[in-house]
C-alpha cells in the first residue's frame, strides 16, 4: 500500500477518509500498476529534492543482483557476518589443532556427537555446585549449618555401542585410557571437522616476507630476516583476518611478537595502521616498524593535533602508522557534581533504631532543577557527592555532574566518531590488559575495534 500526504500542523479529523482506508482489506487493494493509467502527483514537500528517496523494505535475489554490479557491494565488518554461514562447530582455527586440544574439545562438548566405528561419543562440562558448612564439610543445600557454596567444573564422556550400550567416562584415568584407545579416530574426525584456515604459505606471500626486516639481525645469524616460524605466523594471521577481521597473536616472551605482527601488517597491506601500546613502547614500536618494513612512516601520536597532521600525510598514499600510548589516548575531560547546596538541620548520630539523637545545621546537596533533596539508598539525606561519578536526580532525571578540568577530546574517541573506516588495521599491544568491562582503556580499545577493518590483538 502506497500511502501520499502532507504534514501538517494541526491534524484534521476526516472519518470518511479513515473508514475508506480501513476498509481496504489486502485482499481488496486497487491495483497501482498494472491496467491503471492514473497519473499519481506527489505533494510538495520541505524535503529537498535530492534527499527525498524512495526504498524497498526488502531485496529479492534479482534486486540485488541487478544492483551490486551498480552500486558495489559491502566489505564492512557487519555485512561480512550477516553473510557468513553457520556451522555445526563453534569456531575454525587458524592453523591445525594440536594433540592436546583434543580433551579439551571433546569434553567442552564442541566436537558434537563423534562417530569411532565401534562406539559413538559425546563429551559435555558442566558445572556442580557444593555446599559447606564452617568446618569445611560437604552439606546439603537446605542443611541449616551452610555457610558457603562452591562452584566446580566435571568432564563427562558418554559412550553408546552398536548394542545399544551406554557407558559415562568422569576419572581422569578412564579418560586418559578413551583416548589413547580412540587416538587415531578421533584425530580423522577433528581433521575433518576443524579444517584450518592456514596450512602452508603461497609462494607470493613467502617471497614477500622474505623482504622484510633485512636490516636487522638476530644473535648467531650472518643475515637479517624474519625466520621461519615467524613467516608462518604472519601469513597465518592474514588468512584469519581476511576471513574473521581479527586475530590473537600469542607467543612467549623472545619470539618478537612486535615484527610478526609488523610483517602480518604489511602482508596484509592494511594501511594506514593505528598501534596501541603501552606508554613506555612507543619509542621501541615506532622503531620496529622502521626496521621490519621497508619505506613505512612511523608516528607517535600525542595530541588531537598530531592526530589531524598524520591524517592529511596518510591520505596522500604510502604507508603509514600511527602510533598511541593506551596511557594518553584515554584522557579526556572528567566529571564533577553539579548539585545546590541548601542548609538543612541533619542528623549527626543516631540510637540503636535509628532515630537521631543529635542534630545540626548543614549543607544538602540538591537538584539544580527541580529543587529535590538528594538522599542515599537508605533514603537518608546525602551529606557528600562522589567527585568522579555521574549521577541523577531520582524526581527528573536531570544529570547531576558536569565537565570538569581540561577540555580533552579523548584520541580514541574521536577516532571512532570521526575516522571510522579510515585506519585499516588496529594492533593492540599487552590486550589482556583491556579485559576491565567499565575501564577507560578497555573503552579506548573498543574504539579501535569499531573503527578498524582488521584487528591484531
Known sequence: MVIIGVRKERADPDQGLADYLNSLGLDNLPDLLENNQTCYTIPNTYIATEKLIFRKITLSYEDVLRQVPRHGAYHNRQFKDWMTASHDFAFRPVVPLK????????????MGVINLQTVAAKGRATKVVEFFDAQGRKVERTDASMTESRERFTTEVTTINQAGQHESITSVADMQAFLEHYAGQIASAISARYQPLYTKATDREWQH??????????????????????KHAAAACVRSLKAQGGVDLIGKMGTDKTCTSLAALDLANAYPAIIMCPGHMVEKWAREAREVVPGVR???ITNLADLNEFVTKAQTGGKHIAVLS??????????????????????????????????????????????????????????????????????CHTPLYKYCGLRRWPLTDYIKRQLKGFFQCFIADEFHQYKGKSTDQAESYHHLVLASRYTIN
Do not use: Y
Open 326 to 395: 593506551k596511557e594518553r589516548v584515554k584522557l579526556g575531560s572528567g566529571w564533577e557534581p553539579a548539585v545546590l547546596w541548601r542548609l538543612r538541620r541533619v542528623g549527626i548520630k543516631h540510637d540503636a533504631t535509628g532515630m537521631p539523637t543529635a542534630t545540626a545545621i548543614g549543607k544538602v546537596p540538591a537538584c539544580p532543577s527541580c529543587g529535590t533533596l538528594l538522599t542515599d539508598k537508605e533514603g537518608l539525606p546525602r551529606l557528600t557527592m562522589p567527585a568522579n561519578k555521574r549521577l541523577f536526580c531520582d524526581h
Open 209 to 230: 616476507l622474505g623482504k622484510l626486516m633485512r636490516q636487522k639481525r638476530l644473535p648467531g645469524r650472518q643475515t637479517g630476516g624474519l625466520l621461519p616460524a615467524q
Open 99 to 110: 594433540t592436546g586440544h583434543v580433551g579439551s574439545l571433546i569434553s567442552s562438548g564442541q
Open 298 to 300: 612511523a608516528t607517535i
